[in-house]
């Protein structure tokens, strides 16, 4: 699925996020993420970096791919906040992390000198996106 503009605009070259995936007993496990939005020919997917595949979020993925994931808008609106949602499917491809998250970094966290020089390549979740909605026009 290709997010329509509004959403786009929100995630912009990354935004802080909210990552749920399945514990083994079916409970959520949430986490939060930068996220990065990658477009494809047909689809787009949301993008999150690991640089480990210790991470619980990365063990579920494996054993179950479905996740759903929060963007809040900043700023604050007249009532509540502005969010999208998103729900989908995500698998985990090995390497990339510290090009994915030096670029998220710059745009989120400036100067930080994130990551390290020496990180390891880690893993990234690919999510392709299924359902969209949340408050905002990207949810009309």
Known sequence: MKLDESARALIGRGANATLVTLN???SPQVS???VALQPGEHDDELVVAHL????RKVRNVRRDPRVALTVVADPHGPTLRQYLWVSGNAR???G???ALLRQLSDALTP???FPPDDA???FLTRITVDKVGGLGPWAQ
């Open 24 to 26: 083994a007993d079916g």
């Open 32 to 34: 939060v993420v930068w």
């Open 111 to 113: 100067g930080s000198g």
């Open 120 to 122: 390891p390549d880690g």
């Open 96 to 98: 990339g992390a510290p």
């Open 92 to 94: 985990i491809v090995e």
């Open 52 to 55: 480990s595949d210790s991470y």
